[in-house]
């Protein structure tokens, strides 16, 4: 099967297509590609020994990159379960509130991360509702790992939902009746049809969840507190070298960033193709054996 | 295990998909569930199982009520239109998933798989994933996963929907003979009659949430209950009319109708199959009524002749034995007579 194309009667003038072209190319070349380059350029500028000392020679980035390590994990694996949970109730069941649940799902999208740092603060925070309460208990959630946590997990969390709901509508439900009417329980449809069927579209929202997760500056640099060797994740620790002009470690942990971010276009681009060759393979048998 | 359906009725918002729907079906016996669509045949099928939930009535299995048990305590083997066999299980662990979900000892589970295989003819594809098969095996495949757990009732949704002609033909045959081997009480829903009539012991004809009658393929198509059915069954021409006093007149045909020796007039309308209507070149004294014809189509074991009553506005269609067609040399525009050999008069409800 050949992808649609346009005939040669419909195309625009040369002039016209070329323009076009060339504009695109202009825009990504100046918004994405040659800043992607002068990272890794910049963080090179001395040498790999330079760029290699920046990363483990310094204790508070080596603690900031260890630190991301933990709470990105968490989050994910939060919003994973999250995830799975709330796009199944959606995709699946029709039920009063449903509209308002995949509108909730969004807000994070929606609201400017720093507010929910405030948010978070306002909640867990000395002066806030829970404060008093987490301090009798010995308990810190500001200025420590557990807001770094709820702080991600909250801006992170319609990742993996919005991209299993139109994965899940387009596999349909007909394989989980099926399991069900031989004898199946809810949690064997759930490990043995239902996940196994969208496993590549629940990768691509963890690594894109991931990626979210790494990269998230303003909510954590409201509940971290900012202090380094202690709450700087890798993106609080780049902004800070930055403010130090100590240029070459602040693009050092860039790069670093920059290259989550590569992988997981590819990874990105690995699964689509897949997914959209799995979907042929079953549109191709559905029109082969004729139904619609 | 035998099926008991008492007075089902379900609604989906305003519209009545059952309307008080009473079925017995015995143990062992294969039944179809005939009807247009929007007849309700899939609600009754999906009740059975227990995917849908009546809004009033009782479903029995072995004479004991199920109602509200959920389908999978209800052992049931249901067979869905489009296969839903499982994308990322090969053809062995489709039909292994109903005893894996009861947890069935390996050596046992290997023995049943491999009998089903068997059963089905797929031995040699048992590492297939399902989007390496034919229509045909697939739902083959989805037969023996169902047939897997050994149910109590097999249910089919319009099991041949999906496939072509040939290959309908082949497994319509096969589940016949497949039937007679395992005799599991089963109920298959179809649109289509010959499917109908060729696999079941009985066909259940339903319109609009009822039964319009139940009854052996040659029960059924011998005696027709009522117009419904008449009409539903296909090829036949029709004649509106009057009835009273024994007498029935549809299109100047008057023909006896014992059936209604009211003397108050009623409607009526008589149904003649296109093989029981007989051409004449002149009137031999039986009813009959001028018509031209139109068409004739001779490519068939019988030779198909279209006609029109110009007095009654009313096309015709007959179909005649190539003896009889040779005898008469007809030829499009001639004018000629027909007559029924059988007419069956249904009159209809005094209130409409």
């Given amino acids: ?292 | 295990m035998s099926i008991s359906v008492q007075h089902l009725t379900k609604r989906f918002g305003t519209f009545l998909a059952l309307d008080d729907l009473c079925l017995e079906v015995p143990s062992g016996e294969l039944i179809a569930l005939l009807g247009p669509s929007g007849s309700g045949k899939t609600t009754l099928l999906r009740i059975i199982a227990g995917l849908e939930a009546p809004d009033g009535g009782a479903v029995l299995y072995g004479g004991a009520e199920v109602t509200d048990s959920r389908v999978r305590d209800r052992n049931v083997g249901f067979v869905f239109q489009h296969y839903a066999l499982f994308r990322h299980m090969n053809v062995f662990e489709n039909i292994a998933f109903p005893l894996r979900v009861r947890r069935w000892p390996r050596a046992k589970l290997d023995a049943r798989v491999r009998e089903l295989l068997r059963l089905i003819q797929l031995e040699s594809l048992e590492r297939s994933l399902p989007s390496q098969l034919s229509g045909g095996q697939r739902q083959r495949v989805a037969l023996a996963r169902a047939l897997a757990a050994s149910p109590g009732v097999l249910l089919l949704d319009e099991p041949f929907g999906a496939l072509d002609a040939k290959v309908r033909q082949e497994l319509r045959q096969w589940l016949r003979r497949l039937h007679e081997e395992i005799h599991v009480t089963s109920v298959f829903v179809t649109h289509d009659q010959e499917e109908a009539f060729e696999v079941a012991d009985r066909v259940v004809i339903m319109n609009q949430g009822r039964i319009e009658q139940v009854g052996t393929p040659a029960e059924i198509f011998e005696q027709p209950a009522n117009a419904f059915v008449m009409d539903f069954l296909g090829n036949v021409n029709v004649f509106h009319g009057r009835v009273r006093g024994g007498q029935a007149e549809l299109a100047s045909l008057a023909v006896d109708c014992p059936d209604y020796p009211d003397d108050e007039e009623r409607a009526a309308t008589g149904f003649v199959r296109s093989h029981e209507l007989d051409i004449l070149r002149v009137q031999n004294g039986r009813p009959a009524l001028p018509a031209d014809v139109v068409h004739i189509n001779p490519a068939r074991p019988v030779v198909k002749v279209r006609l029109y009553a110009p007095a009654f506005g009313l096309p015709l269609n007959v179909d005649l034995s190539w003896d009889r067609f040779s005898e008469l040399q007809l030829k499009p525009g001639e004018q000629v007579f027909v007559s029924p050999r059988r007419l069956r008069v249904f009159v209809e409800d005094a209130v409409i």
């Fill in chain 1, 1 to 292: 099967m050949s992808e649609p194309t346009i005939s040669r009667a419909l195309h625009d003038p040369p002039l016209v297509r070329v323009t076009l072209i060339l504009a695109a190319l202009a825009i990504m070349g100046v918004l994405i590609v040659i800043p992607l380059v002068s990272v890794f350029y910049q963080a090179f500028a001395n040498g790999v020994d330079a760029y290699v000392q920046s990363l483990v020679g310094n204790a508070d980035t080596l603690h900031a990159i260890r630190l991301t390590l933990v709470v990105a994990p968490i989050a994910v694996v939060a919003n994973l379960v999250f995830g799975v949970a709330a796009a199944w109730a959606i995709a699946r069941f029709r039920f009063p509130g449903r509209t308002l649940l995949t509108a909730l799902i969004d807000l994070p999208f929606a609201v400017s991360p720093v507010v929910v740092g405030l948010f978070l603060v306002l909640i867990f925070g000395l002066q806030g509702y829970l404060g008093p309460w987490l301090r009798e208990h010995d308990m810190a959630v500001i200025f420590a790992l557990p807001g770094l946590v709820l702080a991600t997990a909250f801006v992170t969390f319609p990742v993996v939902a919005r991209e299993l709901i139109p994965v899940l509508e387009a596999v349909g439900a007909e394989e989980e009746v099926a399991a069900v009417s031989l004898g199946a329980r809810g949690w064997q449809v759930l490990w043995r049809v239902t996940l196994p069927n969208v496993k590549w579209g629940i990768l691509y929202g963890v690594i894109l969840c991931n990626a979210r997760a790494m990269g998230e500056f303003g909510a954590v640099a409201v509940v971290s507190g900012r202090i380094t060797g202690e709450t700087d994740t890798m993106p609080l620790r780049v902004e800070k070298l930055f403010q130090e002009y100590d240029l070459p470690g602040a693009f050092a942990v860039a790069s670093v960033l920059a290259s989550l971010a590569v992988v997981t276009l590819v990874v990105k681009t690995a699964l689509e193709w897949k997914t959209r060759r799995d979907l042929a393979a079953t549109a191709r048998e559905a029109t082969a054996t004729g139904h619609p």
